[in-house]
Structures are given as structure tokens and as C-alpha cells.
């Protein structure tokens, strides 16, 4: 009683906060979200700018929000399936800033994290934060032996404020599931539970700092594109030191130009060590905006900020590249058996009613010029129309859905003629000939039986038991398996031929002894 009543209060103050930008959209998805929204627009009247979309009214009123409502937007901006195409564009430029705290603060942190005085860890320290966003903020620093480092500090307190919010979000969610059975599939409850295990992630730089140190490991041999190293002496749970990268923004065209910069090669670059994120490691960055991409006068590129990451594993990478390499060859009767192979749409929906809909996603995007087609959209198309067909959200790929449209983004700032996925072709002809050719195969086959082998001794000792027990036990039946086996009946009364028992019995001797070799 104590949560319904806290968070409906809450629930109310946020309406209001809503009503302001005239954002009060959202609610459409809450039980009696239309009485709300009146009474928000009673005692809160619009005072923002009419002439904005309604995703740009709504960024603003999450930004007024807090740091939690501004994660829940990032988050929404990959569920177009949910929102709509033109509302999750709009909050895919969420900006996560806010304003900064002292440097007071931040050194007393960074103290108490470290435990070692402040002039011991750092010679200089910049008083004005470079970067301030919802979780943490980011100074330059010098250490003693003179490495140039940004050490990113968390907000005090922000633990408290997201727990209570996330606690709102959950609440509404489960109303949601309870009451709109057509909203089920979409997941909300899901939705905030990944919300909350990124954040939880982002609350602990020290795992910021080893998703950094993956990555890096990663793309050790490019010499093209550059991660930061870590310096773990000065990384704690609430402070993460790294070296300090230079250059100039990725989407800063004049000064590239200045520079001397081939953008073309740039994207190009950037295209394939995208693809090898996604499918080589399955392990990408997912917060890809151009703030976190710096370009030297080498025209290498450097990247920064590992607090958002993604995952695919490899049979996900593999139904992914089946998938697109479908789309882009217009083989839509393999795009749709992918997804039944997949599990995404169950057996009991047609496949050819569903080739039928993933033609009516492609050809509209693919028969656009080259430099027009995306693919990001392409795939947020296709998670639209399966609420027909019963498939439910996938948020690994909902992930790398929005990081991609944030790629191509970034790919027509640089080269508007150009497409990224042409750009990185090879890789990806590369990377379905090693992974989905006859070789492909043979090596699988290869591995199954290597595992084979290895469970032979393991089955062979499994064997040996069991013979030695009934070497030195015997085999013991119940009385009437005997009679069964001897062809009698209950009553001791002789059958002719085989009876049924003895031919039940051997059947589950036969199906005992396959189980223990399998095992």
C-alpha cells in the first residue's frame, strides 16, 4: 500500500512535468492514463515550444526529469517497436548532460575510492569538469610521473535517486503487463530490468574499466583505431582512470578537412571495425555517438567511454548475418525461415505470410540508391510488424538496431554518398565464408566430434561403475519383473510367447543402456 500510494504521488508529479512540454503521449500506455493526462493539463498547463515533434517535447521533459528519466529514454530510443520510428529518432539525440558538481567533491571521492592522499595520486587536476552527464563527470589530470589521464568520478548520492526511480518504473511496468495483454510481448517489465542491470553496470566503474580493457585487448593489432588503457592503481568502484586521448570529434568535418583527413578512408575504418565488434567478437560499443569518437592528425580513431556495451553470441551473429545477407540479396523466403529457425517467430504462424511481410519491409528501403539504404532502419521496420506474428521484442538485437542507425548517422556526416555497409563488404563476405560456408561446417563438425572424444573416458568410467556394481551387487528385479521376464502373469498361470511386460522391460534396458553411452 505504502508503494502504490508513493509512486502514484510520483506518477502524478511526473504527468505534470510532461503536461509542461506537452508530452503526455507516453501515458496512452497506463491504465487510466487519459484521466491523468487531463488532470495534469488542468494543473500544469503546456508552457513549451508547440512547434517541436512530439519525441523532441518529450527528451526535453525526461531531461527536466533526471538523470533515471534520461536513461529511460536513451532506452526507449531503442524500441521503436513500442514508440514509433519518428518519436525513437528523437530521443536517439537525448543528450545525457547535466550540470556538474564541485571538485571538491570529486577529489574527496576520489580520496575515499583510493585511499591515498589526493597530491600522492595526482599531480595536477583540472577544477572544471570536461564532460558531466547523468551518472559521473570527467576531469583531465596529470599523474606524478607526468601521464596525461581523464579520471571520470560518480555522482554522489546517485545510487538512492535511481533506485527510487527505477522502483516508478518498475511499478507502472507491471501495470502495464497486468492490464494491456496486447503490450505483453513488448516486454516492459524486461525493458526495465535491462535498464536497471545497465545502469547497476554503470554504477561500478570498474566494470566500465574492464569492458574497456576487452575491448582494447580486441583491437590490439589495428593500428587504426585506438582504446585508451586503463590504470587500475587509480580505478575504484566510484573513480576509473584512463590515458587521455586527443583529437578532434568525428563529426567536426571542417577541422578534419583542415587536417587533411581522408573521410572516405575514415569511414571506412570506422565501417569495419564496427562489423568486427558486432560479428567478429560480439562484443560492441553501444553509446557510439560522435562525442565519443576522436580523430588524430594520423587519422587514427580513438574511442572513449565504456559504460554502455553490448553482447551478441555467436549463434545470434550468425541468424543476424543469414538475416541481412537475405535482405540485402532480396531473399526474403530465407529471411523468414531464419527467423523460425531462430525461434523469433513461433511454428505455428505462416511462413509465407511472413515472407510475404518481410518483402514489404525490403523492397520500399532497397530499392533506394545505395547511399540512402539503412540498414538499422531496415531492421527496426521489421521489429514493428511482428506483433502480428507473434514474435517477442529480442533486446540484444533492439541494441544494436539503434547502434547501427547511430553509425549511419555518423557515416553520412563523413561521406554522404557513400554506405557504410558497402564500405565494410568484404568483411562481412569474409566473415559468412568462415562462418557459414562448407568449411564452416566441416570445422563444426570437427568440434563436435573433438567434444566427443573428450566425453569418451568419461562415459567409458561411467560404464566401468556400473559394471562393477553389478558384478559385485547383481542385478536385483522385483518379483514380478522375474514373472514377467519368464512369461508368466500374476497368478503364475504359463503365456504364450512373449508378453507384453518382457517386451516393456527389455525396451527400457535398451533406452537405459543408450543413455548412460550419451552421457
Request: hydrophobic share 40%; glycine share 8%; with cysteine.
Given at each position: 500500500m505504502i508503494r502504490f500510494v508513493r509512486n502514484s504521488f510520483r506518477l502524478l508529479a511526473m504527468a505534470r512535468t510532461l503536461a509542461r512540454h506537452d508530452a503526455l503521449f507516453p501515458l496512452a500506455l497506463v491504465p487510466g492514463g487519459k484521466a491523468l493526462a487531463f488532470f495534469a493539463r488542468l494543473t500544469a498547463p503546456f508552457s513549451g515550444r508547440s512547434d517541436l515533434p512530439p519525441g523532441r517535447?518529450?527528451?526535453?521533459?525526461?531531461?527536466?526529469?533526471?538523470?533515471?528519466?534520461?536513461?529511460?529514454?536513451?532506452?526507449?530510443?531503442?524500441?521503436?517497436?513500442?514508440?514509433?520510428?519518428?518519436?525513437?529518432?528523437?530521443?536517439?539525440?537525448?543528450?545525457?548532460?547535466?550540470?556538474?558538481?564541485?571538485?571538491?567533491?570529486?577529489?574527496?571521492?576520489?580520496?575515499?575510492?583510493?585511499?591515498?592522499?589526493?597530491d600522492v595520486l595526482f599531480a595536477e587536476f583540472g577544477e572544471e569538469p570536461v564532460a558531466a552527464a547523468s551518472i559521473a563527470q570527467v576531469h583531465f589530470a596529470t599523474t606524478p610521473d607526468g601521464r596525461e589521464v581523464a579520471v571520470k568520478v560518480l555522482r554522489p548520492d546517485i545510487k538512492v535517486r535511481f533506485a527510487r526511480d527505477l522502483d516508478l518504473f518498475y511499478w507502472v511496468a507491471e501495470i502495464v503487463e497486468l492490464t494491456q495483454p496486447r503490450l505483453r510481448r513488448l516486454k516492459p517489465v524486461e525493458t526495465v530490468k535491462a535498464l536497471e542491470d545497465s545502469v547497476h553496470l554503470e554504477m561500478d566503474l570498474r566494470f566500465e574499466a574492464a569492458a574497456a580493457s576487452e575491448f582494447r585487448d580486441n583491437f590490439e593489432s589495428d593500428p587504426t583505431y585506438y582504446i585508451p588503457q586503463i590504470d587500475w592503481e587509480r580505478t575504484a568502484e566510484h573513480v576509473m582512470t584512463m590515458e587521455r586521448v586527443k583529437g578532434v570529434r568525428i563529426d567536426n568535418v571542417e577541422a578534419l578537412d583542415r587536417m587533411g583527413i581522408d573521410r572516405s578512408a575514415l569511414l571506412a575504418k570506422a565501417a569495419g571495425a564496427f562489423f568486427q565488434?558486432?560479428?567478429?567478437?560480439?562484443?560492441?560499443?553501444?553509446?557510439?555517438?560522435?562525442?565519443?569518437?576522436?580523430?588524430?592528425?594520423?587519422?587514427?580513431?580513438?574511442?572513449?567511454?565504456?559504460?554502455?556495451?553490448?553482447?551478441?553470441?555467436?549463434?545470434?551473429?550468425?541468424?543476424l548475418a543469414e538475416m541481412l545477407l537475405g535482405f540485402l540479396t532480396r531473399d526474403y523466403h530465407r529471411v523468414a525461415e531464419v527467423h523460425f529457425e531462430a525461434g523469433y517467430v513461433p511454428r505455428n504462424q505462416s511462413?509465407?505470410?511472413?515472407?510475404?511481410?518481410?518483402?514489404?519491409?525490403?523492397?520500399?528501403?532497397?530499392?533506394?540508391?545505395?547511399?540512402?539504404?539503412?540498414?538499422?532502419?531496415?531492421?527496426?521496420?521489421?521489429?514493428?510488424?511482428?506483433?502480428?506474428?507473434?514474435?517477442?521484442?529480442?533486446?540484444?538485437?533492439?541494441?544494436?538496431?539503434?547502434?547501427?542507425?547511430?553509425?549511419?548517422?555518423?557515416?553520412r556526416i563523413l561521406s554522404p554518398n557513400e554506405n557504410m555497409w558497402e564500405l565494410s563488404r568484404p568483411l562481412i563476405e569474409e566473415w559468412m565464408r568462415e562462418n557459414l560456408g562448407p568449411e564452416a561446417k566441416i570445422k563444426e563438425a570437427t568440434l563436435q566430434a573433438g567434444s566427443m572424444l573428450r566425453r569418451l573416458p568419461r562415459v567409458l568410467e561411467a560404464a566401468e561403475k556400473a559394471s562393477s556394481v553389478l558384478t559385485d551387487q547383481g542385478l536385483r528385479l522385483h518379483p514380478e519383473t522375474v514373472a514377467a521376464m519368464r512369461g508368466k502373469s500374476g497368478n503364475n498361470q504359463r503365456k504364450s510367447g512373449v508378453s507384453r511386460q518382457t517386451l516393456v522391460l527389455w525396451v527400457a534396458i535398451i533406452a537405459l543402456g543408450i543413455a548412460v553411452y550419451l552421457k
Open positions: 517535447r518529450l527528451a526535453r521533459a525526461l531531461e527536466e526529469l533526471g538523470p533515471a528519466f534520461i536513461k529511460l529514454g536513451q532506452t526507449l530510443a531503442t524500441r521503436s517497436d513500442l514508440i514509433g520510428d519518428d518519436v525513437a529518432a528523437d530521443l536517439s539525440t537525448l543528450q545525457d548532460r547535466l550540470p556538474p558538481f564541485s571538485a571538491k567533491i570529486a577529489k574527496r571521492i576520489i580520496t575515499e575510492q583510493l585511499a591515498e592522499p589526493f565488434q558486432v560479428f567478429r567478437d560480439g562484443f560492441f560499443h553501444a553509446d557510439m555517438h560522435p562525442g565519443n569518437l576522436f580523430v588524430d592528425e594520423t587519422g587514427r580513431v580513438s574511442i572513449v567511454d565504456f559504460g554502455i556495451m553490448g553482447r551478441v553470441d555467436r549463434q545470434t551473429r550468425l541468424y511462413l509465407q505470410t511472413f515472407q510475404q511481410a518481410c518483402r514489404s519491409i525490403g523492397e520500399p528501403i532497397l530499392g533506394k540508391e545505395l547511399s540512402d539504404i539503412s540498414v538499422g532502419r531496415l531492421l527496426g521496420q521489421l521489429f514493428q510488424i511482428t506483433e502480428q506474428f507473434g514474435m517477442e521484442t529480442q533486446p540484444q538485437l533492439l541494441m544494436l538496431q539503434k547502434t547501427m542507425i547511430v553509425a549511419e548517422g555518423l557515416s
